[in-house]
């Protein structure tokens, strides 16, 4: 089938894309920055908080610029796709509270969690435990009905999506071929690569996904974003660099092609089979969004955008082993086999990501911290989290928009060990 084209809320025609050149197999020319095209057409500056020259101009990532002004209004902003809410929203009944700890043990000292919090450009904290909030706060532009743009925290989303899929018989097994569900898989690295590999960021595809790196290959995924070409398009171009199976690199073009496979195999948009699958059963209280590109093909490798609590219940729903009210939503053994490193180049300390190799492990598109917790996270670029701990019974949202996120390939940047230590801290304290 072809490639889906469902756009039911967005921006219209998109704006100019400017000159911006795109060649997929070995560019040699610089590469533009990762940007999305900021577009006024449907709302006036006013509404999205912009200046004139902001609304007719780029907005880059990994700047070091602000950007909590930006995040909550992509959907605006940007091509998206709306997804009413639940016609019965589940809200999270209210558990004794809270206080976050003040300390927690980062770099053999102990450090400031309000510093944390700060310096992270935090803008939603939420501390779910049994299911009940022991513990919300917002900052700068966050607030309890504010959407956030995930980033890869989608990845996540997705693959509970291929686990529903599975357990329909709509996908036969995850050890079928990516590329029998979406004609533009064929001729691509994808082509004869096994679902599971795919889910586990080991298809073997050419990538560099170093958000400091201006010519890496994340960067030019956002030139189709712009209108030069199609996501399909720009999956369909990629190639072949190790053996499938062979190495976990992370790589956000394979949840992108997850997410053809997807809409291939259920036969509807991702927007629409979210709705059905997740949305309604969990009651989510907001509508919710997918960034699109031109051709409204939504960018599931992180184009998501939830309202906290929201983004709560996927952890929820895994917290519970896939069951939520009674109701099984995605098979136990489903969110078993996704929480779990299954593979020795899986492991912890194995996956890599630009050239260095990362201390967690890796699942179906969940994270898998090191040690003997059971905890997983999904995670996103400039500090995003859904942190489940199962020993616990505690979920963690904390949403972010870390201005110095991706301007270097260094903890002082990215601040992902001190955001583990953020949680290690408060987990300790729910004991």
């Known amino acids: 089938m072809g490639s889906p084209a469902f756009k039911a809320g967005g921006m219209g025609d998109p704006c ?18 990762l940007t999305l095209k900021w577009c006024s057409t449907a709302w006036s500056n006013h509404d999205l908080g ?157 990538w560099n996904e170093d958000y400091a790196d201006p010519e890496s290959d994340i960067h030019r995924f956002g030139a189709a974003m712009t209108g030069e070409l199609t996501l399909d398009d720009f999956v369909h171009g990629m190639e072949n660099e190790h053996p499938p199976g062979s190495l976990c690199r992370y790589n956000s073009a394979d949840t992108q092609a997850l997410g053809m496979m997807l809409a291939g195999a259920v036969g509807r948009p991702v927007a629409e089979y979210m709705k059905d699958k997740l949305i309604d059963p969990l009651g989510f209280e907001a509508e919710g969004y997918w960034i699109t590109d031109t051709a409204g093909v939504e960018m599931t490798a992180g184009g998501l955008m939830l309202t906290p609590h929201d983004f709560a219940k996927l952890g929820e729903l895994f917290r519970r082993g896939g069951d939520w009210m009674g109701e099984q939503i995605v098979s136990t053994d489903w969110v078993a086999a996704a929480t779990r490193a299954n593979k020795p180049h899986t492991q912890p300390g194995k996956p890599v990501i630009a050239g260095g190799s990362l201390p967690t492990g890796y699942g179906y598109q969940w994270w898998l911290p090191p040690g003997d917790r059971g905890n997983f996270q999904a ?24 201005r110095t996120y991706g301007t270097a390939t260094s903890e002082e940047a990215d601040m992902e060990g001190a955001n583990d230590a953020f949680f290690s801290a408060v987990v300790a304290a729910l004991d």
């Not at 939603?124 to 009905?145: F, N, S």
């Not at 001729?187 to 889910?199: H, Q």
Request: charged content about 20%; aromatic content about 8%.
């Open 16 to 33: 100019p894309a400017g000159s911006i050149p795109v060649h997929l197999r070995q560019p040699s020319f610089p590469a533009p920055a």
């Open 50 to 206: 912009m200046s004139d020259d902001e609304a007719s101009g780029l907005r880059p990532l990994f700047t070091g610029a602000s950007m909590h002004d930006y995040f909550p209004i992509m959907m605006k902003a940007e091509p998206s796709v709306r997804m009413d809410a639940a016609p019965e929203p589940h809200t999270f009944p209210v558990g004794e509270p809270f206080d976050l700890p003040q300390t927690m043990f980062f770099n053999d000292t102990d450090q400031s969690v309000e510093d944390c919090l700060v310096n992270t450009d935090t803008v939603a904290v939420v501390v779910l435990q049994d299911g009940k909030v022991r513990h919300e706060q917002y900052r700068l532009t966050g607030g309890p009905g504010v959407h956030w743009i995930s980033w890869s925290v989608a990845k996540s989303f997705i693959s509970t999506l291929i686990g529903i899929a599975v357990e329909e018989g709509r996908i036969a097994s995850i050890t079928d071929a990516i590329s029998d569900y979406h004609p533009k898989l064929v001729g691509s690295a994808y082509e004869g690569v096994s679902i599971e590999d795919v889910l586990q960021m080991s298809s073997g595809a050419r």
């Open 379 to 402: 995670i996103g670029i400039y500090n995003q989290y859904i942190h489940v701990d199962p020993m616990t019974e505690s979920v963690i949202v904390k949403l972010s928009a870390n």
